[in-house]
């Protein structure tokens, strides 16, 4: 994404084109995610953790309107008595359904007339100034939260019953053997970003962060070696599990990573958008919560990988000193480099992606799965909230764990090597997964 000089009408009409196409692309996704169901299906909510899809859909337009249509177009409000229905902090997912929502009808013809005045918003920016129309960083922010969204209501289909209405080619397979752990010498990086025009608030600012020599797997744990886990007792050896991690195994009854079953012959399948098929050991392991990855960690004599060791291995690049956007460099990324997009419902194979390799040798850091890492949700130093503090600054410090890398339901304008997830350490319908670190022996280093 390129920031234009104030003088420079063909940089700012190749960035107004830009942003209209990731509108266009999220809302195409909106679509088909909300037009492959019935009025009974969008209404329902499929699971308390999730929101009715009618919510989504009519939440998206309502976030588009407050902060394209009314703060930058300074347009009259399209509904402004709806506002506090689609308050998500106002709402708890679970109490959503109750609420007097728009119907499915209502809610399309809501965020197409917002999206007609956001048209004409977009044409007569000059997408610099204000701070929110830098490099259209309000645009990037609609952009992107759609697409979160998006990723949200891919989640709910998950969890719905009922038979397939998404389809998609299936992953690449693997072209190359990934394996083992990569070295990542001692020193400093750069952290963050403060030039990234559509980071968001959480992202800044960029900041040195010096770290020992540590080991990281090249690849997200797979399938197989999580059955490895499994066979060795991991769900029934309490020593493995943290003490509140024990406690939630027993609470919720974890047996296996979620929506896996086990035939009568002891065959594992996987349900994934209303299909069933055999478990594919080279993929990485999907909705898996961070208590599971911890207990898998010890069992295998690691842990989990900080954030900051996570973002080093992704963007640290050693000819240079230079921190990436990208593992592979600055290049959007494409199908020869991530997993990402939607273009596949599951994740890919490890080692489908050898483009897509960080310089230390790290492979799908990006794409596939969210990894849990070991950290917390916290400011950088530095941090400054923009443009609001529900984004990030009221989740600091609540018991979350942050998250890195994107997932196959993931799209690339909320994708890049500084961006960063969080959610609770139960959490399993979200599409993450993890891969492994660990300290140096003497002798290593």
């Keep these: 994404m390129t920031i234009p000089s104030a003088t420079d009408h063909a940089a700012t009409e190749r960035l107004r084109a830009e942003i209209a196409e990731v509108l266009a692309r999220a809302r195409r996704r909106t679509a088909t995610l909300t037009d492959c169901l019935d009025e009974a299906e969008l209404l329902a909510q499929h699971s308390r953790l999730m929101s009715p899809l009618v919510w989504d859909l009519a939440h998206i337009g309502n976030q588009e309107e407050l902060w394209l249509v009314r703060d930058v177009g300074g347009r009259e409000p399209v509904r402004d008595d709806i506002d506090h229905l689609y308050d998500a902090f106002r709402h708890a997912r679970a109490d959503r359904p109750a609420l007097p929502l728009l119907d499915p009808g209502q809610a399309r013809g809501y965020v197409a007339t917002v999206r007609e005045k956001v048209w004409d918003v977009?044409?007569?920016?000059?997408?610099?100034?204000?701070?929110?129309?830098?490099?259209?960083?309000?645009?990037?922010m609609i952009a992107q939260h759609e697409q979160q969204h998006d990723e949200t209501m891919l989640a709910t289909h998950q969890l719905r019953t009922g038979a397939a209405v998404l389809a998609a080619a299936p992953p690449p397979t693997a072209s190359m053997p990934v394996g083992g752990e990569i070295i990542i010498p001692a020193g400093e990086f750069t952290m963050g970003t403060s030039t990234d025009p559509w980071a968001l608030d959480n992202e800044r600012p960029a900041h040195r962060v010096d770290l020992p020599a540590y080991a990281i797997d090249a690849a997200p744990i797979t399938n197989a070696q999580y059955l490895a886990f499994m066979a060795d007792g991991g769900y029934e050896r309490s020593e493995l599990w943290s003490q509140r991690g024990w406690a939630h195994r027993q609470e919720a009854g974890l047996v296996a990573p979620q929506f896996w079953e086990?035939?009568?012959?002891?065959?594992w399948w996987r349900r994934a958008f209303g299909v069933v098929h055999p478990l594919r050991p080279k993929q990485p392991v999907l909705h898996v919560c961070w208590f599971e990855a911890e207990?898998?960690?010890?069992?295998a004599g690691k842990r989990l990988p900080t954030e900051a060791e996570w973002e080093k291995a992704a963007r640290f690049d050693p000819a240079t000193g230079a921190s990436r956007r990208f593992p592979w460099g600055a290049a959007e990324p494409d199908a020869a480099?991530?997993?990402?997009?939607?273009?596949?419902l599951e994740p890919a194979e490890v080692g489908a992606y050898p483009a897509g390799a960080s310089p230390a040798g790290v492979h799908q850091l990006i794409g596939d799965v969210w990894e849990w890492?070991?950290?917390?949700?916290?400011p950088y130093p530095g941090f400054r909230v923009f443009p609001y503090r529900e984004y990030s600054e009221v989740f600091f410090g609540g018991d979350y764990r942050v998250l890195r890398g994107g997932s196959f339901g993931t799209d690339?304008?909320?994708?890049r090597g500084t961006f960063r997830n969080w959610d609770h350490p139960i959490r399993r319908q979200i599409f993450a997964g993890f891969r492994l670190a660990r300290d140096l022996r003497a002798g290593e280093r």
């Design 122 to 140: 977009l044409g007569a920016s000059a997408l610099r100034g204000a701070a929110l129309l830098d490099g259209g960083f309000a645009f990037g």
């Design 262 to 267: 086990r035939d009568s012959d002891g065959q």
């Design 373 to 378: 890492t070991a950290s917390g949700f916290e």
């Design 412 to 415: 690339p304008v909320a994708c």
């Design 295 to 299: 207990a898998y960690a010890k069992w």
């Design 337 to 344: 480099t991530a997993n990402l997009g939607q273009r596949h």
